[in-house]
């Protein structure tokens, strides 16, 4: 029994050496989960967390077509978070995986870009609201809710929800409803959620990324990915227990709900 554990033992570092097994470092990299990475902010943080080192699992509705997301060394898995089904096949993928950091970031404004038509009860659709809400409200719960056994193998166990400042109930003006209203409700999924993971030691916050310019910001933004996502990652490297179930800026200011 012992010359059979000790013959496997050479053999694990005679492979190891010649580079035919894995060395264990390369499996206690951190780990990270973003969805909607097909684009925009969620492609830039991709980028920048392959960059730190991190196996990268970035999301997209329609895998074949993230022609900028294949570019990178993103592991790309099908997620369309309003689908109960596909968020199911999501885990069942994932099953045993540890994720230190799992960024509910996929987000949909609405049928009317920024700065143009500003939707209002007069011109209002149920179903505008309704897409909103599955998307912004309900994709985040869902997904978080499946996601847990991965985010509890992690070390890290922090869940950020990419919110808005147009959430906030503070913020005056009418515009935007469907956006603002679901978001306002991703609010309050992380404040329910960090009260309920507290016990597993997971941290979960909304996070604001500022206005920057990607499809869905428009050139009225006035950040650029590159600029704002290393901010908002070094935001999510310092969080500790004490924060969670709070608001934060890109760079790093307390928001107020
Ligand atoms: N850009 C800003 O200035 C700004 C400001 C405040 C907050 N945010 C928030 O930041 C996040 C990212 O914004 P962005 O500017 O990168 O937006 P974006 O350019 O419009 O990209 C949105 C991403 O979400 C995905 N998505 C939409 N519906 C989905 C669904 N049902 N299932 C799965 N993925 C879905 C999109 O996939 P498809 O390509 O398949 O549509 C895309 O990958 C959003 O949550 C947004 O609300 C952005």
Redesign the pocket.
């Known amino acids: 029994m012992r010359t059979h554990l000790l013959l496997s033992l050479i053999t694990i570092t005679i492979l190891t050496a010649f580079g035919y097994a894995e060395p264990a470092e390369s499996t206690s990299k951190p780990s990270i989960l973003i ?8 492609l830039e943080l991709c980028k920048q967390y392959l960059k730190q080192g991190y196996i990268v699992y970035g ?4 895998p074949e077509k993230a022609t900028e997301l294949q570019a990178t060394d993103t592991i790309i898995l099908p ?4 689908s109960q089904e596909s968020i199911d096949a999501l885990a069942q993928q994932l099953r045993g995986k540890p994720l230190d950091i799992l960024i509910n ?5 609405g049928p009317n870009p920024i700065g143009t038509r500003m939707d209002a009860i007069w011109t209002l659709s149920r179903e505008e609201i309704e897409n909103c809400h599955a ?2 409200t309900m ?1 985040p719960l869902f997904v978080t809710k499946a996601l847990i056994p991965n985010v509890q193998l992690g070390k890290m166990k922090k869940i950020i929800n ?5 959430s906030m109930l503070s913020r005056k003006g009418g515009g935007a409803m469907g956006y603002r209203i679901s ?1 306002a409700g991703l609010n309050m999924v992380t404040v329910v959620l960090s009260a309920q993971l507290k016990q597993l030691d997971i941290i979960v916050i909304s996070a ?5 310019k ?4 428009t050139d009225m ?1 006035n950040l650029l990915p590159s600029q704002s996502m290393p901010q908002l990652m070094k935001v999510i490297d310092e969080l500790t227990m004490e924060q969670t179930g709070g608001f934060w800026y890109y760079n790093g200011k307390n928001l107020p709900w």
Do not use: E, I, Q, W
Not at 214 to 217: A, L, P, S, Y
């Open positions: 969805t909607g990475a097909n684009r925009g902010l969620g999301t997209a509705r329609k997620l369309d978070v309003t970031n996929a987000g949909y404004f998307v912004n994709g990419m919110s808005t400042c147009s978001k604001a990324p500022g206005h920057n990607t499809d869905m910001g933004g």
